[in-house]
């Protein structure tokens, strides 16, 4: 069955950086792309970056463009977020998800559990 | 990029149909038959209920279906029952910056 299993989360003063893993099975890795999406506490889903299914494309949400990186080892099967400038509001949960179909629309079929980052001083 | 625009709450009876919209723009909803619809359970990860505007995933409840008119994107939800209850987010493909999600709808079964 798939699973996604993300980690790295964790408490993080303004201004630094943290990165996020999300290990993947249950499915062909190579083949689908991938996005991290966040919430934070008691708001919306906010979609956060996409990387294609052989990390040639990458696009970002405004909010964090230029701060974070999103990339991918398709050897370890396992996503990564690059968070760096962190600020107060990029504290979340933040989850990756896989794409339904091989280089198709975005749609996110499979979620993992989450990871909180909290940035706070 | 804003977020699509969606009711802050609906709610219906047991039994009862509710529809829950999603309005964005010509670049986003109006542009792509690319519209999902994600159901959250509080402390859950989302869960994907219709893409592509009105195809529902295998496993998901032919009660739960999509459409679209224009810039509106529209979830209905018919045979209400207790477990429906849960927050719900409309998703489009935009050309600006590929994927943008709406605000989120509570739906409480009363």
């Known amino acids: 069955q798939v699973q996604l299993v993300e980690s790295g989360g964790g408490v993080v003063q303004p201004g630094g950086s943290l990165r996020l893993s999300c290990a993947a099975s249950?499915?062909?890795?190579?083949?689908?792309?991938m996005h991290w999406v966040r919430q934070a506490p008691g708001k919306g889903l906010e979609w956060v970056a996409f990387i294609r299914y052989d990390g040639s494309n990458k696009y970002y949400a405004d909010s964090v463009k230029g701060r974070f990186t999103i990339s991918r080892d398709n050897s370890k099967n396992t996503l990564y977020l690059q968070m760096n400038s962190l600020r107060a509001e990029d504290t979340a949960v933040y989850y990756c998800?896989?794409?339904?179909?091989?280089?198709?629309?975005?749609?996110?079929?499979?979620w993992g559990q989450g990871t909180l980052v909290t940035v706070s001083s | 990029q804003s977020a699509l625009t969606q009711p802050a709450s609906v709610s219906g009876s047991p039994g009862q149909s509710i529809t829950i919209s999603c309005t964005g723009t010509s670049s986003d909803v109006g542009g792509y038959n690319y519209v999902s619809w994600y159901q959250q359970h509080p402390g859950k990860a989302p869960k994907l209920m219709i893409y592509?505007?009105?195809n529902r995933p295998s496993g998901v409840s032919n009660r739960f279906s999509g459409s679209k008119s224009g810039n509106t994107a529209s979830l209905t939800i018919s045979g209400l029952q207790a477990e429906d209850e849960a927050d719900y987010y409309c998703s489009s493909y935009t050309s600006s910056s590929y994927v943008v999600f709406g605000g989120g709808t509570k739906l409480t079964v009363l």
């Open positions: 249950g499915f062909t890795f190579s083949s689908y792309g």
């Open positions: 998800a896989k794409d339904v179909a091989v280089a198709g629309p975005p749609y996110f079929d499979y």
């Open positions: 592509e505007v009105s």
